[in-house]
């Protein structure tokens, strides 16, 4: 028990972000609204994108941006003084599919809106199976 | 980084993403997200990644609210669960 | 130019994407010269890739300039030279097919509907390229989102599919993701060369454990591997014919050529088959997907949703054979990914033609098709045959190298569900042979009405359909040539 | 349903939870993560291209060909909005309304009526709801600030945080505003759809353009030191002006695409008043 407390406290960003995604996990699979469920989808994207930006932090070291500005070159810079920069530009990435993948997820939830008028996915099956 | 503020700020980004999945409106739930968005652009911000907090503030609570509250105007608020 | 090949296949797809997409708002006529000319570059590309690594051995590309593990690089060995020969062609020869029925279903969207399908092509062939485990991830959305873009201008029930497919496939996404994640937190790099090269004293670690284990439920979840694939026929069945006859052949095999890469270059045959010894687990999954598959196709009274359990079927084969752990089912599955591309995109084709001509795809509409569309059918029992297994056609050569490697593995289960689905195959398609060998029943009796007149597609889509039926042979002829000179280089020494 | 997804939820996070028991401790500076490719980055960049922020210098220099495939992809998420929700052609409704601005009279027409072309009238539609002085003006004035900071954060991306992609969001923001604060139709006069459209994917033309170009001057596909013969300065001010290159083309192609999902969302792609 002793040393599970050190664990826990050592590495609480990465159990902060099993828990959130699972919630989103559980969201996509148990939501019954097609929108709650595209929440829930943002919900699991951000988790990841927050696994790995606690990869990316380093104790005693401030962000990516050299101090020295334009033009020193010359100067030694020392990489345990700065954040690993690496995890953050693959975020960037994975923020930006995020976006595009929520934008694609509301035209279809508006396609199927403007069909079978509701987003309750019980209420689409059942219009479905009475045709 | 103090661990009192650290420790709210995951509270809350707990607490958001639960009451955005919860509550009974499409609407409140578009917000709610936003201000889980907002939340998480903080903590990373604490975090030192301030590239990925400033596009999380302008992508994930600027823009992606604002998709979430249009496609909701277009559609209903309606939720059952 | 010959040394920019593997950078020119992905790019000349992509820039003509952006072309076709500012024509669309110019002169809609200059889309299909566009993109058949740069898939026509792509194909030439990937042949003239393929003929160079047969003689120089593997060809590494750096993006940007910047040596591998700080950049990324490409690395095109005999398994991605084959595949992006296979996924380019199919590209091809699917466009010049589809064009009629293109304008028929999107007469005033065709120039969005080209930039999505191209997009789609360079997202597909930059997976099969890419040696980088991340750079993979952004070409799996960019495949991913194009997809559900063309699946979605279906029928009315498209939109509530694909987004399910949607929902799965961003799991799926994510869960490949998190695996990548989890390599790069023990190891710092995220080049697939390098990560192999780091990995060996880690294989006791539970996170490379957890890392390949995520990354392959993600990949299963894309490729619709048994107990995940109940996205798929809804998915596809509803979608407009090019793209179903785009998406069905191509994105679960680029999966599977995904996957393949992860156990033979990421983590090495050791590791996966002898350190985990998931194998046996693994093909009895397999050995379910492919049965489930095969009865539920039995149901289906519709022949485009029967065709896409048949897929789920044959992505059983594949992973099946990959994880026998054997060099002879190894082979069969790389092998397979080849058959398989092309007569899936031969059977779907033909649904292509039928839609086209007698605008449905159930059993009762196939009425009478012998008669009416000859050529077309033709080519159907080409296809027909070659999922079947009979000897010409290339899918016998598959599925005997399946067979050898469960027998060499002595998993007999496997051997029985690959007969067994080839029994039910033949089920399958004689009797949609006999619904279309006999004529409408009409209302009068007399025997005085006139047969139907020859009706057949357009020559732009019956050409490249007996293009494709001839290649199924060709390369059923030369499977040796394919296996003794391709394949065999493609696995590594370890595996026996 | 919920108690499979509740299954399913406590078997992944309980895998996980397993898994993440061999991490190293978190921001442990020894871990395999900051000690094998991080430092070359963070040692390097400054020599390798002069930039100062790491991340600009990773993302668009040596990681430029997945920034590349993530620009693609928002244009694609463009693209695929467009052709899902647009609809083209679509048939005038039968009567339409007109509101004369200065006197606040709506004018309701009939099928095939027009009405004499003057910046008097506007067009509305069933619903509408006065826009508000205040809101109007407030954002009127705000906007061109907004734009101005927007260009700020894509060329001073080099030694800031920022770049196309923050700046590009909230360049499409202002426009988004715009159509917040008045109504989509004011938007579609300042940004047209056909502008939108093409302006987008020469967004990333200019990227692959650029990287194409460096192919062309005979180095590798984005290898900005090929640009150096061009722009006369040496390799290494070349690397920093092709991200520079590059940055402008994200930034294009993140506007619009912002504006164009959000014209077809907000209208379900019928291009009417919007929200």
């Known amino acids: 028990m002793s040393e599970l407390i050190p664990t826990i406290i050592a590495k609480y960003n990465y159990w902060i972000y099993i828990t959130l995604m699972m919630i989103g996990l559980y969201a996509m699979i148990a939501k019954n609204n097609l929108v709650k469920k595209i929440v829930g989808m943002n919900i699991f994207q951000t988790a990841i994108i927050l696994f790995y930006v606690s990869i990316g932090v380093k104790k005693g070291a401030t962000i990516p941006i050299s101090t020295g500005g334009h033009g020193a070159a010359h100067e030694v810079v020392h990489a345990a003084d700065y954040l690993n920069p690496l995890p953050h530009v693959l975020m960037l990435t994975a923020i930006v599919v995020g976006v595009a993948t929520l934008g694609v997820a509301l035209a279809l939830a508006l396609r199927i809106y403007s069909r079978y008028n509701t987003l309750e996915e019980d209420e689409i099956l059942a219009k479905i199976r009475k045709k | 980084m103090f661990w009192q503020i650290d420790l709210a700020i995951l509270t809350l980004v707990v607490v958001t993403a639960v009451g955005s999945l919860m509550v009974k409106d499409l609407l409140g739930a578009a917000i709610l997200f936003g201000a889980y968005s907002f939340l998480m652009c903080l903590l990373w911000s604490i975090m030192g990644a301030v590239d990925v907090a400033f596009t999380e503030a302008s992508v994930g609570a600027g823009v992606s609210s604002v998709f979430f509250v249009a496609a909701v105007f277009r559609t209903s608020r309606r939720t059952k669960d | ?496 | 349903m919920k108690i499979i997804g509740l299954i399913i939820t406590i078997i992944t996070g309980a895998f996980l939870v397993y898994a993440a028991v061999d991490f190293p401790a978190w921001a442990d500076p020894n871990s395999p993560a900051s000690t094998y490719l991080s430092p070359y980055f963070i040692e390097n960049s400054m020599k390798d291209t002069s930039v100062p922020n790491f991340v600009t210098s990773l993302l668009a220099d040596y990681r430029g060909f997945d920034t590349m495939f993530e620009t693609t992809v928002i244009f694609t998420a463009g693209l695929v909005c467009f052709i899902l929700l647009r609809i083209s052609g679509g048939k005038e409704p039968e009567t339409r309304h007109y509101r004369h601005v200065l006197t606040g009279v709506t004018v309701t027409l009939k099928e095939g009526r027009k009405i004499p072309a003057s910046e008097d009238f506007e067009r509305i539609d069933d619903l509408w709801t006065p826009p508000d002085l205040i809101i109007k003006t407030g954002c009127r004035l705000m906007i061109p600030f907004i734009q101005l900071f927007a260009l700020y954060v894509i060329a001073h991306g080099h030694s800031s945080p920022g770049g196309g992609f923050q700046g590009g969001v909230i360049l499409g923001a202002s426009i988004i505003l715009l159509a917040i604060s008045h109504d989509l139709r004011t938007a579609l006069e300042r940004m047209r759809e056909k502008v939108v459209a093409i302006l987008c994917p020469v967004g990333v033309a200019i990227y692959a353009g650029t990287g194409t170009l460096c192919l062309l001057l005979g180095l590798n596909f984005l290898d900005y030191s090929a640009l150096a013969s061009v722009l006369h300065v040496d390799p290494i001010s070349a690397r920093s002006h092709g991200i520079l290159m590059v940055e402008i083309g994200v930034g294009i192609a993140v506007m619009t695409t912002m504006i164009w999902i959000y014209n077809n969302i907000s209208s379900a792609g019928k291009y009417n008043q919007g929200l």
């Not at chain 3, 095109?76 to 009629?100: F, P, Q, R, T, W």
């Not at chain 3, 023990?186 to 780091?198: C, E, F, K, P, Y």
């Not at chain 3, 045959?269 to 039995?298: D, Q, R, S, Y």
């Not at chain 3, 006999?434 to 007399?446: A, K, L, N, T, V």
Request: proline residues 5%.
């Open chain 3, 1 to 496: 130019m010959s040394q920019q090949y593997p950078v020119l296949i992905v790019i000349v797809p992509l820039l003509s994407a952006f072309a076709i997409s500012i024509a669309g708002w110019v002169n809609k006529r200059l889309c299909f010269p566009i993109i058949v000319t740069a898939l026509g570059v792509a194909v030439y590309a990937s042949v003239g890739l393929l003929l160079t690594v047969l003689e120089k051995g593997v060809v590494i590309y750096h993006l940007g300039g910047w040596p591998p593990p700080v950049g990324i690089a490409y690395y095109v060995d005999h398994l991605n030279g084959l595949v992006l020969v296979v996924v380019s062609l199919v590209a091809l020869l699917n466009v010049i097919a589809c064009k009629k029925s293109i304008e028929l279903e999107f007469p005033d969207k065709a120039a969005p509907f080209y930039t999505l399908y191209i997009l789609m092509v360079t997202g597909l062939l930059g997976i099969v390229v890419t040696g980088d485990a991340f750079n993979l991830y952004v070409l799996l959305e960019i495949a991913a989102l194009t997809g559900y873009g063309l699946l979605a201008m279906g029928e009315e029930r498209a939109p509530l599919s694909t987004l399910n497919y949607l929902y799965m496939g961003t799991i799926g996404a994510c869960f490949y993701l998190l695996g990548v994640g989890y390599l790069y937190i023990v190891t710092g790099s995220l080049n697939m060369v390098d990560i192999a090269r780091l990995l060996p004293p880690l294989y006791q670690s539970k996170a490379v454990l957890a890392a390949f284990i995520i990354c392959m439920v993600g990949v299963w979840l894309k490729m619709a591997f048994f107990p995940l694939h109940a996205w798929l026929p809804n998915a596809y069945t509803h979608a407009p014919s090019a793209a179903s006859s785009l998406i069905a052949p191509l994105v679960t095999k680029v999966m599977v050529y995904v996957m393949i890469r992860l156990i033979l270059t990421v983590f090495t045959p050791e590791f996966a088959f002898a350190t985990l010894a998931l194998n046996n687990v693994v093909v009895w999954l397999a050995v379910i997907a492919i049965v489930m598959g095969a009865i539920l196709a039995l149901a289906e009274r519709n022949l485009k949703k029967m065709l896409t359990f048949i897929i789920v079927a044959e992505v059983g084969y594949m992973v099946g054979g990959a994880w026998l752990g054997n060099r002879a089912g190894m082979t069969g599955a790389i092998l397979h990914i080849v058959n398989d591309a092309l007569m899936t995109l031969c059977v779907f084709l033909v649904v292509d033609n039928i839609v086209y001509k007698v605008k449905g795809y159930a059993f009762e509409d196939l009425q009478g098709l012998f008669r009416k569309m000859p050529f077309t059918m033709g080519a159907f029992v080409v296809g027909a045959m070659s999922i079947i297994g009979v000897p010409p056609t290339c899918g016998f050569f598959s599925k005997w190298y399946l067979i050898l490697g469960a027998l060499q593995a002595g998993h007999y289960g496997f051997v029985a569900a690959l007969i067994f689905s080839s029994l039910v195959s033949v089920v399958l398609f004689f009797r949609i042979f006999e619904i279309c060998y006999y004529e409408p029943f009409s209302d009068h009796h007399g025997h005085d009405h006139p047969p139907e007149p020859m009706d057949e597609a357009p020559l732009l889509m019956v050409v490249p359909l007996l293009i494709v039926a001839v290649i199924l042979i060709l390369v059923g002829l030369y499977t040796g040539d394919i296996v003794n000179h391709v394949i065999k280089f493609a696995i590594p020494e370890g595996l026996v």
